[in-house]
């Protein structure tokens, strides 16, 4: 059993494009010249895309995508120098428990495949007319976007946090093992195993909805960029 043991503020939203541009250009930041992105068939190819042009329309208060873990760790620390305060990506328990938020449901909206594009961002028949290959999608329901949705577009949970399950997956602070054999149990970020990869959680614009649940999990390497990962910040109280 798993107890969160250090009060936190997590933030309501994902780091929009907005934020992100302000970061860049306060930092002389480069922009990297290649993201990963889904194909018309739900496989994944390389294209010079970056947070600024994914390959796909966004406005500013669209998640930033294109981000690696690398890249968010910078984020952190600058908008840490920035408050004053110390901010960090929460780790994959404090995430869990932020995503739950009380439920004991696999998903905090609604579990329904017709029901759940009142809920989330995912890939649903929006996203299948422009990846007409993709056949693991949820074709039940339209969520209204192909691509991501500006933050806050759907409810928030129940501890009043948006897009938590679905547009972009978030990375967080934790090394990537298999299993939860030998994790923290007070809810701090696992900092042994393979921490050439990090975690990444919640789902995403282009995901099925076996992805996009509370308990799911990925470990992506830390240089790795995505039109499907962004982040959003955490800080100890």
Known sequence: MITIRNKLAIAKFDVTRDEYAQFVAETNRSDPDSCITPNASGGFIVT????????????????????SWDDAQAYVAWLSAKTGHVYRLPTQA???YAARAGTPTARYGSD??????RYSNVGDLDYSEQHPGDSEMNRACRDGYAFTSPV???????????????????????????????????????????????VVRGGSWDASLSVVRSASRRGIPTFIRNTTFGFRVARTL
């Open 48 to 67: 010079n895309g970056n947070w600024h042009a994914p390959g796909f329309p966004q406005t500013g208060r669209d998640p930033v995508v294109c981000v």
């Open 94 to 96: 404090e995430w869990e």
């Open 112 to 117: 329904n495949p017709v029901e759940f594009c």
């Open 152 to 198: 806050g577009s759907f409810p928030p949970n129940q501890f009043g946090l948006y897009d938590m399950l679905g547009n972009v997956m978030d990375w967080t602070e934790d090394c990537w093992n298999a299993n939860y054999s030998g994790a923290p149990t007070d809810g701090t970020a696992w900092q042994s195993g393979d921490c050439g990869r990090r």
